[in-house]
């Protein structure tokens, strides 16, 4: 029993990625986590318009950022702001009760703006003054299934997208089969390609079917563009896939594969905005979240299905999440040629730099 003991031992010591796993990555997970799981909201957009905008700007305290002040501002204005996500909530003075706004798809934030204007609005009618009128934009009853369906929606791709396709080109290679791919006709990119569209297809038959899902069985509405939607999605999937394919060439077995995977899948649950705010997280916490790919996807999603948000307003989600596909994919197809070098070279049936290949 202890030579088995010191055996297990001597293959974890060999083991580097194994051992990162088990001792430094609780610890890292721990200290990340532990800043982002916060639902208070210590900072929420604000924006105030009309007449009297300077003057509510300068009464309003925490936890009330003041993003925006215009004058000459009226409710149209205000929403456009909520809609682009550029505030959370929006104020319009000049107007008996003066009109408070609020983006019901931020539901931490919004309902720490209640607690506050509830708190401000008794100040007010204490003073003889009137309170104000409260209007909840997008999600009116607050419902947590309409927020979250967009999310888990990306989630499940992320899943799809990285766990199922990290296996691919591994699988390959455990079989033996990689060689065969070596002394094909096919370039690097080809084979990444060919290795991603099953997936691709699959996961998009899992994004329509998840979102009807979503909006039939709990009444989630889509008001949005289809076409940003799909676009978005699209973008998405790419990145997961491409990272699949990363991870799934970078690893020697099945096992190493599907740890890699959940690397990269366990921080975005968290820290995407999906269930913890990235409002309330610990600034260094935060820039990290805005690294990853289902923080955009969410900002997307949320903004097409319910908001209807145009492309215009979602520009900026959409090209990170280009520019995050194009990286991913271009570093799978480098890595993925390094791989397949040392094959072509001394591939079945083919010359190696030490001359003929032994019968």
């Not at 390959?172 to 065969?180: K, P, S, V």
Request: charged share 15%.
């Amino acid at each position: 029993m202890w030579a088995i003991i010191l055996k297990e031992f001597r293959e974890l010591r060999r083991d580097p990625r194994t051992l990162a796993m088990l001792i430094a990555l609780p610890v890292i997970l721990l200290v990340v986590f532990g800043y982002a799981a916060n639902f208070d909201v210590s900072d929420i957009p604000t924006a105030v318009v009309g007449p009297g905008a300077r003057e509510m700007a300068s009464r309003l305290g925490a936890p009330f950022d003041v993003v925006e002040i215009d004058p000459a501002g009226g409710v149209s204005r205000v929403r456009d702001y909520l809609r682009d996500g550029r505030a959370v909530v929006g104020i319009v003075t000049g107007r008996t009760p003066a009109v408070l706004l609020i983006d019901g798809t931020e539901q931490f934030g919004a309902q720490a703006a209640l607690r506050a204007f509830d708190r401000m609005s008794k100040t007010v009618r204490a003073g003889g003054q009137q309170a104000f009128e409260v209007r909840i934009l997008y999600n009116p009853g607050l419902k947590t299934s309409w927020i979250m369906i967009p999310g888990l929606t990306g989630l499940i791709l992320l899943f799809v997208g990285t766990l199922i396709t990290s296996l691919g080109i591994v699988r390959e290679r455990q079989a033996g089969t990689i060689e065969q791919l070596a002394v094909m006709p096919f370039r690097p990119l080809d084979v990444i390609i060919g290795k991603i569209v099953p997936y691709l297809l699959l996961a998009s038959l899992d994004m329509v079917v998840i979102v009807l899902v979503g909006c039939f069985l709990f009444g989630v509405p889509f008001v949005g563009s289809i076409a940003t939607f799909s676009l978005g999605a699209m973008l998405f999937l790419l990145v997961t896939l491409g990272m699949g394919i990363l991870i799934s060439s970078v690893s020697q077995n099945q096992g190493q594969s599907i740890q890699l995977a959940i690397m990269f899948v366990m921080p975005q649950i968290l820290l995407s905005g999906l269930i913890f705010p990235v409002s309330s997280m610990a600034k260094g916490v935060a820039w990290i979240a805005w690294a990853l790919p289902l923080s955009y996807f969410i900002k997307i999603g949320r903004g097409v299905m319910l908001k209807g948000a145009p492309l215009s307003s979602l520009w900026l989600p959409l090209v990170v999440l280009a520019g995050m596909a194009l990286v991913a994919l271009g570093l799978a197809v480098a890595r993925f040629r390094r791989d397949l070098a040392p094959n072509v070279r001394a591939g079945p049936g083919r010359l190696d730099d030490s001359g003929p290949e032994e019968a």
